[in-house]
């Protein structure tokens, strides 16, 4: 195997306090970074660092932890532009909405639906992407939910059992046949694929005590608890995730102060996903700061999927929460890195402590702020991969030669 | 010379209704179109061109205008990127906004200016930017003024000359000398090197008789006007650009009956730039579709500039119009191709009908909706610029492969 180098960063963000300014995002002026066989094995300052195979000058550029995309919906059949540009041009849209998604899943060859899921994947890793929670969910039966996790397992380890998305659309007037079935067959068929379980608890959705018993269920399995909570107005949803210890309850946008004292008083971390509530319109985003003030840990993710947040950007996503959600440029950095891996419940990346997973992003940028200060600028792209090295030097073209780091 | 036929394009925005659909975008499906010696010569259906000297299959992509960014300040020294975290920190800051960069850009080098410049223009052709205004601004004197529009003169030809974005710091006690200066001395020196001559119309900066008298002396000297107008609230900018007949009003954040029913009445262009909304989280965006509805031009640009708008992405600003500013996702396209050239008064730009300037964007994406239904993520790049066509076969690698179009 194979030591790298990277030598000369302007500005290195460890998220380790004790290796650099004390802040939580221990940055480091003027550092370098050794990746040996795939973990950071030495963090330390510019030329002194012991001899390696291979070296790379970052003169004036940040170096990161690549950004970790707690919840993404990436295998899907069609898309459903049409629906979106509706909605954004005032226009009744009286389509299907997510039951379009579900038809169009249900009926893709398995190769499609892989080789549209690794497109994504792909996209995600160019902009500076590591690593990715893939969730099940346009199924709705077990045929397509195995299948979907299948393919989600091709592409990650983070892999999310959601049968629980919305009802099936054959059980419109059974939803506790559908539940049944969530709990029962399907998740027998899934669970082997999956290491979590996820609900969407919401009016129209599951409600609190469906939720219970479906991650419930799922814990029975082995699979660790997500919950879609508090997304498109006030609910259970968190309660639940923190009564049942879930890992992340994801979205809460709209939060009274008990959703709040209950998120602080847990380990549940709380994803934000402004993403969605940019592309839907949503009349509120998320009160990141308000999280932030109560000593929540905060998480940021794309949420992407085909009908509410296409986006494969945790730039983008840094940049919204800074603007709508009230986190402060480093926080959202920090939220989009450590408290992603916090909400994966993954020590091993998200930070660039010694043993970490050599998974490292680069700016085109001196320091994690112009994340937030650059909007829409594809300044993020990968460095390096647990897998290898690019084998391009970083610095020489675009956002896109990140293409070349091998996708898991 | 040579000719290419870019071939099979999923859909081709010509913004001429009569090479299309009859709609404003003008579009096709199944397209083609050919360019030679630096023009659009043939636009037709796919696989029926004449015989062309290289030729490109574009399948499932979407082909459209280069983006005109038609309002930016890429010539500067130092960046502000302290001042951007601590507003979005919530924090005071007390340093000096706008004349922090004054102070830099004196200091600068040329070569620094020119370089960085250069760097930005860059950056915006790897996403799908073709013709840029860029303008002065940040000299405040007549030296730095002049150097300024020597370096933006290197990168376009839509230079402006705006010795009015703020009185000079020498004129704190003498706002009547500084616009003596600005009509008198800084204009003659610069007017050989601009195409325009705009003023900053707002409280604290100049009202609009002294916007009259620069527009004025601009005029004059055979310089066509803009006007940055209502931006951080009412006031007489509008209705200033109106009345001289400016190409351009931009921002126009801050509007009232009068102001819209002027710029319906006249030939001025709207443009809009809610890159600057978002990043000084600007409690409202323009209303984009009420000037849509008073029958308005309305343009889109990315006022590029370290201060309030660091961005040089039109389609992160496309997004942005349809979600704050209420156009329409195609409407969106259309202000950011054939709207901004409007605003510079251009024919040969922000169409690709017969004759047109071969300045060409592909997205990686089946149409133009893309670009709002996909916030964040790099789609565009540039296809073809009039000076020569890219090496690089489309579709092979990622946003980063137009660096390889030589910049104007």
């Known amino acids: 195997m194979s030591s790298t180098c990277f030598d000369r960063i302007a500005e290195l963000v460890t998220n380790r306090r004790e290796l650099g300014d004390g802040s939580p995002l221990g940055l480091r002026r003027d550092a370098a970074v050794v990746v040996e066989d795939g973990e950071v094995v030495w963090v330390g300052d510019a030329g002194a660092a012991p001899a390696t195979d291979d070296h790379r000058d970052l003169t004036g550029r940040c170096v990161l932890p690549a950004f970790v995309d707690s919840h993404s919906h990436l295998v899907f059949g069609g898309e459903r532009v049409g629906e979106f540009a509706a909605r954004m041009s005032g226009r009744a849209y009286t389509a299907g909405g997510i039951r379009t998604t579900i038809a169009a899943t249900r009926a893709a060859p398995v190769e499609e639906l892989r080789r549209r899921a ?165 009349p509120v985003y998320a009160d990141g700061r308000r999280l932030m003030a109560a000593g929540v840990t905060v998480a940021l993710a794309t949420d992407c999927n085909p009908g509410t947040s296409y986006t494969t950007s945790m730039p983008f996503v840094i940049a919204l929460a800074v603007r709508e959600c009230g986190l402060t440029p480093s926080e959202a950095v920090w939220a989009a890195t450590a408290g992603s891996a916090a909400a994966l419940r993954r020590e091993d990346v998200g930070h660039l402590g010694l043993g970490a997973a050599a998974w490292l992003s680069v700016l085109d940028a001196p320091s994690h702020q112009y994340l937030a200060y650059r909007p829409g600028v594809p300044l993020a792209r990968l460095l390096t991969a647990p897998e290898g090295v690019t084998a391009r030097a970083p610095g020489v073209g675009g956002p896109g030669s990140a293409s070349q780091v091998a996708s898991r």
């Open 118 to 282: 690794g497109l994504l994947l792909a996209e995600m890793r160019r902009q500076g992407t590591g690593v990715v929670e893939i969730k099940s969910g346009y199924g709705a039966e077990v045929a397509t939910e195995r299948r979907s996790l299948e393919v989600a397992g091709e592409l990650t380890a983070e892999t999310t059992y959601l049968g629980a998305h919305v009802m099936g659309p054959e059980f419109a007037d059974d939803p506790a046949g559908y539940v049944t079935l969530v709990t029962g067959e399907m998740l027998a068929a899934c669970a082997p694929l999956a290491r979590w379980v996820d609900v969407f608890v919401e009016d129209g959705a599951f409600d609190g005590d469906q939720a219970r018993a479906i991650l419930r269920a799922g814990a029975e399995r082995g699979l660790g608890a997500r919950v879609h909570a508090n997304q498109l107005g006030p609910g259970p949803g968190v309660q639940v995730a923190c009564e049942v210890g879930a890992a992340s309850a994801d979205h809460c946008t709209h939060l009274d102060a008990r959703d709040v004292a209950a998120l602080a008083d847990s380990g549940t971390v709380a994803t934000l996903v402004p993403g969605a509530e940019f592309s839907t319109r949503s």
